[in-house]
């Protein structure tokens, strides 16, 4: 690769690794309430997919501590796994090994790093897919992004943009927005001052079954925590859950499709919510519940207050 060329990116968000406490209850909550499908058990692992093609969306392994094992991002094919590869180590990640076929479900192509903060992060491609990848009405179809909150906020944008191509899409006063595809946003980085996991963001088919999706968790018996309401960049709708492992989760729907060649980055100047203090650009929702807060890491002793 030569100086002038654009960085090699990865193309979506693929999967999360979940450190939960009891694998078999998270798996009857993923399933049950969360309606995602079971797909694979491999190395005391429970494999989860959502209606899209991804193989696999969720991974629960057993944790003392709950939170994000790992995050894994596509890859087009090989060759842009190696190209990532040398990227990734020329950044500053820490390779846990070359490129190599993957021994996990799913099979596939790929390799994992250690971030500059020590999130573990894998890049893969030639993973297998599923064929019948049907939109359903109040199932997730796809992981749609994931939220981390940063000690370094800025040298962890500076290295996802770097090392994995990311675009910035938007910044806030409290986060910045990255894209890989035409979703406006597949991570975003807060300024919460901790290293921790904010949210991850499965994508619903649309505004019914993000309604009725709400109303079944609710009903299931998991109060819904912030919204629903309408976020600001990327436009989405959002309603935020607590797993049982007190990590924070959102169903999701409507997030703007972007093109890097016209689309323009707004500033905090620009993205100031029409009602002060309150982040639902529709003004409806009431603000986060405080067990939100807590999960999400807002209320870690280093994060601001809102
Ligand atoms: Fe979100």
Redesign the pocket.
Known sequence: MNGHSAPASVTAFRSVTLGVLDVDDSARFYEDVWYLTPVARAGGAAYFRASGDEHHTVVLRRADEPGLLRADFAAADRAAVDALYEQVARSGGRPLGAPALLDEPGDGYGFSFVDPEGRTIAVTADVQRHRDATPIENRPNKMS?L?LNATDTDATVAFYRTALGFRLRDETARMLFLGCNADHHSV?VTRMGNTSLN?V?FEVPDLNSLMRGTARVRRAGTDLEWGIGR?GPGSNI?AYFVDPNELAI?Y?TNIDQVDDATYRPGTPADWKPPIPGNPDYWGFAAPPSERFERASGSLHPAAPRR
Do not use: P
Request: aromatic residues 12%; glycine residues 0%.
């Open positions: 992004h939220v975003a949210h963001a976020h959002f959102e999701t």
